[in-house]
């Protein structure tokens, strides 16, 4: 794979989980969950192994 679209693939990765994390800390999990679904098209079991949940 091309570097540079790997460095951007992990930069918009990061920069969810620390949106994901914002909402979590502000006990929103249901949007956490909900934003992080939306963005990589994860299955609700997958979105919330991947936030830490259950």
Known sequence: MN???EQQREK?????LARCKALLDA?????AVRLYR???GAS?????????QK
């Not at 918009?12 to 969810?16: G, K, N």
């Not at 609700?44 to 830490?52: E, H, I, N, P, T």
């Open 3 to 5: 570097p540079f679209k």
């Open 12 to 16: 918009r990765e990061a920069d969810l």
């Open 27 to 31: 006990g929103k999990r249901v949007d």
């Open 38 to 40: 939306a963005e990589t």
């Open 44 to 52: 609700l079991s997958l979105a919330m192994k991947a936030l830490g």
